[in-house]
């Protein structure tokens, strides 16, 4: 653990902070503190920075209401840069996207990176656009007990296909659950973050009983 004393801010009393999503890892946000904001920060547990534009101090969401948790705050090698983990309670961005950073500028389509979040965006975009041919579409048309049809299927499939040990037909099913499950997500408008937080949060739980059955 390090002390506030030991970071380098620069010749404006300034340091860069990258907030990330602390569940969903995106990148929402770089901001600036000064050794005061941190501060605040620190003892608030929630994000407060300087504002180079007023030239104050500005506590995140507290006009807005999107107020970012702090999980945990690490400095580069260098000490003059900080990565803060947030659990945010709404928007980072203030046109009202979860993110500051959406304006892509290069995507290399060879090396595309996926994610779920990125999954459950084209779902979205299946179930209102509806492209004819596409399965997705067909899905969304038949309604959800169709969907909850294929999600038995394939939870079916999974059992099976574990019960023989063969791992690559149990990664191929697991993987067509994970897509059933998904599109049951679009249809019903369950987030990705909110599983996510769901899932953190019983990681918090199981956290707390390791630490009570170490000091019994």
Same mark, same amino acid.
């Given at each position: 653990?390090?002390?506030?004393?030991?970071l380098? @801010?620069?010749e404006?009393?300034? $340091?860069?902070?990258i907030?990330?999503?602390?569940?969903?890892?995106?990148?929402?946000?770089?901001?600036?503190?000064?050794?005061?904001?941190?501060?605040?920060t620190l003892r608030e547990?929630?994000?407060?920075?300087?504002?180079?534009?007023?030239?104050?101090?500005?506590r995140?969401?507290?006009?807005?209401?999107?107020?970012?948790?702090?999980?945990?705050?690490?400095?580069?090698?260098?000490?003059d840069?900080?990565i803060?983990?947030?659990?945010?309670?709404?928007?980072?961005?203030?046109?009202?996207?979860?993110?500051? @950073?959406?304006?892509?500028? @290069?995507?290399?389509?060879?090396?595309?990176?996926?994610?779920l979040?990125g999954?459950?965006?084209l779902?979205?975009?299946?179930?209102?656009?509806?492209?004819?041919?596409?399965?997705?579409?067909?899905l @969304?048309?038949?309604?959800?007990?169709?969907i909850?049809?294929?999600?038995g299927?394939?939870?079916?499939e999974v059992?099976i296909?574990?019960?023989?040990d063969d791992?690559?037909?149990?990664?191929y099913? $697991?993987?067509?659950?994970?897509?059933?499950v998904m599109?049951?997500?679009?249809?019903?408008?369950?987030t990705?973050?909110?599983?996510?937080?769901?899932?953190?949060?019983?990681h918090?739980?199981?956290?707390?009983?390791?630490q009570?059955?170490?000091?019994?």
């Amino acid at each position: 653990m390090i002390k506030i004393e030991e970071l380098k @801010f620069d010749e404006n009393g300034l $340091i860069p902070a990258i907030v990330v999503d602390a569940i969903s890892k995106e990148t929402l946000t770089l901001a600036y503190m000064n050794k005061e904001s941190l501060e605040i920060t620190l003892r608030e547990k929630r994000t407060c920075f300087w504002s180079r534009s007023r030239k104050e101090l500005w506590r995140k969401g507290e006009t807005s209401g999107n107020v970012q948790h702090v999980v945990s705050i690490t400095a580069d090698c260098d000490k003059d840069a900080l990565i803060i983990k947030v659990e945010k309670d709404g928007p980072a961005c203030h046109t009202g996207a979860e993110s500051c @950073f959406f304006n892509t500028l @290069f995507i290399n389509e060879e090396k595309s990176e996926f994610s779920l979040k990125g999954l459950y965006e084209l779902l979205l975009g299946r179930k209102e656009t509806r492209p004819e041919g596409s399965y997705t579409t067909y899905l @969304f048309e038949k309604g959800v007990d169709k969907i909850l049809k294929k999600v038995g299927e394939e939870c079916t499939e999974v059992i099976i296909a574990g019960k023989a040990d063969d791992k690559k037909e149990t990664v191929y099913k $697991i993987a067509d659950l994970a897509y059933h499950v998904m599109v049951l997500m679009a249809q019903m408008g369950i987030t990705v973050e909110e599983v996510q937080s769901e899932l953190a949060s019983r990681h918090v739980i199981d956290h707390k009983v390791k630490q009570e059955k170490m000091t019994k």
